[in-house]
T-cell receptor, first 114, second 108 residues
Framework: ETGVTQSPTHLIKTRGQQVTLRCSSQ?????VSWYQQALGQGPQFIFQ???????GRGNFPPRFSGLQFPNYSSELNVNALELDDSALYLC?????????????FGSGTQLSVL | AQRVTQPEKLLSVFKGAPVELKCNYS??????LFWYVQYSRQRLQLLLR??SRESIKGFTADLNKGETSFHLKKPFAQEEDSAMYYC??????????FGQGTTLQVKP
């Protein structure tokens, strides 16, 4: 059984650019959540997708958007990058639906915005 | 607003000493509480859930609704317990709210 995989592991962008981060959920997991983790902080909920529909969103502006595909892989898109978007982005999948009974995290994508 | 507070950024104890990692939350309803752990060079993983009332790796946590706390305890710390610990809550909306984390350092 493979775990949650994220790509790329590291990314450097400049302010104003757009970025797409990818996540491959663990086999059989139909729910994926994305979190932003700034340095020295706990992960902050961005949004969750369940069966390809957005199922909850945190306090992030619309320039943060996502997709979940039929094979349950997922993308996080961020437009008009700002310096404060520099953070570790974590993807987490769950086999138990949106109830968050147990999340399986990826290793994250470290995004640096210059 | 719902919030999880972990008052200690760093907790340093000697091997064999008792450990208590503090977690307080603010939420008026009945949340579900979790402890997640991240060992060095590993990914974040679930340690335990309050609803399952189980002990994992010798750790236990009791939900105190009166004090709105969910402290993580272990009677005798081991060096392999050194890690970053996050307390988190959810209220079944798909959103997990994390605290800022506490680094536990167990010295030999």
């Amino acid at each position: 059984e493979t775990g949650v995989t994220q790509s790329p592991t590291h990314l450097i962008k400049t302010r104003g650019q757009q970025v797409t981060l990818r996540c491959s959920s663990q086999s059989g997991h139909n729910t994926v959540s994305w979190y932003q983790q700034a340095l020295g902080q706990g992960p902050q909920f961005i949004f969750q997708y369940y069966r390809e529909e957005e199922n909850g969103r945190g306090n992030f502006p619309p320039r943060f958007s996502g997709l979940q595909f039929p094979n349950y892989s997922s993308e996080l898109n961020v437009n008009a990058l700002e310096l404060d978007d520099s953070a570790l982005y974590l993807c987490a999948s769950s086999p138990t639906g949106p109830s968050n009974e147990k999340l399986f995290f990826g290793s994250g994508t470290q995004l640096s915005v210059l | 607003a719902q919030r999880v507070t972990q008052p200690e950024k760093l907790l340093s104890v000697f091997k064999g000493a008792p450990v208590e990692l503090k977690c307080n939350y603010s939420y008026s309803g009945s949340p579900e509480l979790f402890w997640y752990v991240q060992y060095s060079r590993q990914r974040l993983q679930l340690l335990l859930r309050h609803i399952s009332r189980e002990s994992i790796k010798g750790f236990t946590a009791d939900l105190n609704k009166g004090e709105t706390s969910f402290h993580l305890k272990k009677p005798f710390a081991q060096e392999e317990d050194s890690a970053m610990y996050y307390c988190a809550l959810t209220f079944n909306t798909g959103k997990l709210i994390f605290g800022q984390g506490t680094t536990l350092q167990v010295k030999p």
